[in-house]
Nanobody
Framework: QVQLVESGGGLVQAGDSLKLSCANSDRTSKGYNVAWFRQAPGKEREFVAAMHWSGGSTYYADSVKGRFTISRDSAKNTVYLQMNSLKPEDTALYYC?????????????????WGQGTQVTVSS
């Protein structure tokens, strides 16, 4: 059974970088699309980035395009979110999510496997 565990969050200053990790504990699972979402207090969960299970396609929200990069290490069964030039508005609880759909989805309800989240706080 696929279980996702996020790590790498923390408190940083504006302009700093962080790299989040999303590890899949089930090393026998393959063929899952993985996405990152975030939710700030009082706001709805929003899409950040996603990667097709083949690793061939990536997708980004306009607000993070050019600053964030999603990548994967198949040998470690881990997906990463490299976040550069962080801004205070990037402050949120970041979740990774997965599904086994044929195409990548950008909407949270279409993902059925979620991690517990990791907090990212960016001070100005």
């Amino acid at each position: 059974q696929v279980q996702l565990v996020e790590s790498g969050g923390g408190l940083v200053q504006a302009g700093d970088s962080l790299k989040l990790s999303c590890a899949n504990s089930d090393r026998t699972s393959k063929g899952y699309n993985v996405a990152w979402f975030r939710q700030a207090p009082g706001k709805e969960r929003e899409f950040v980035a996603a990667m097709h299970w083949s690793g061939g396609s990536t997708y980004y929200a306009d607000s993070v395009k050019g600053r964030f990069t999603i990548s994967r290490d198949s040998a470690k069964n881990t997906v990463y979110l490299q976040m550069n030039s962080l801004k205070p508005e990037d402050t949120a609880l970041y979740y990774c999510a997965a599904n086994s759909e044929l195409y990548v989805d950008l909407e949270a309800p279409l993902y059925n496997i979620w991690g517990q989240g990791t907090q990212v706080t960016v001070s100005s």
